[in-house]
């Protein structure tokens, strides 16, 4: 079963590079899962959550979200100072993203396999899956700004939110 998994990753991940061929053959346990092993992705890194929901792992970019959420939570009702918060929802953010980025995968890979066929496994229909998408992004970014709109509007013009 890795074998057969193996080889529907490599056809159908999109712009699959051999560090990533590498990184997948050794996470990959015999029942097609991924083992929690750190390994680090640059652009998980980097993006956070976004990158998550370019690649099409919305479930996991929710649960990087709401783990990041949950810890500024924490902090802020510690009286942490704000600055400190921010930079805490940051760094868990994009340590969650980048180290767990291809066990994530292959959470959704295994979903992706349910849906296409488990034992006669579509290849066009895993490729059309894999393919990234920018449109959760501009609906993520969209809703942030929706939602900081008043602070935005409040720095700009120095009207206060609290009247």
């Given amino acids: 079963m890795r074998e057969r998994f193996l080889r ?21 346990r015999d029942d097609g ?7 680090f992705n640059l652009w998980g ?11 099409r792992m919305s479930i996991e970019a929710i649960a990087v979200l709401l783990i990041s959420l949950l810890v500024s ?8 100072h704000p600055l400190i918060v921010i930079l805490a929802f940051f760094l868990v953010n994009s340590l ?10 292959m959470n959704k890979f295994n979903r992706d396999i349910d ?5 006669n496994t579509d290849i066009e229909c895993m490729k ?17 700004l929706i939602l900081i709109w008043p602070l935005i509007y409040s720095l700009i013009t120095g009207v206060s939110l609290r009247n």
């Fill in 128 to 144: 059309k899956l894999a393919k990234p998408k920018l449109t959760p992004v501009i609906i993520a970014i969209v809703m942030i």
């Fill in 115 to 119: 849906r296409c066929g488990e034992y």
């Fill in 8 to 28: 529907i990753l490599k056809e159908s991940y999109f712009k699959i590079t051999e560090n990533d061929k590498k990184v997948f053959e050794e996470i990959i």
């Fill in 73 to 80: 939570y924490v902090l802020m009702f510690l009286k942490f």
């Fill in 33 to 39: 899962l991924g083992k929690c092993k750190i390994k």
């Fill in 45 to 55: 890194f980097l993006f956070g959550w976004f990158y998550l929901l370019y690649r």
């Fill in 96 to 105: 969650l993203s980048g180290s767990c980025y291809y066990f994530l995968y």
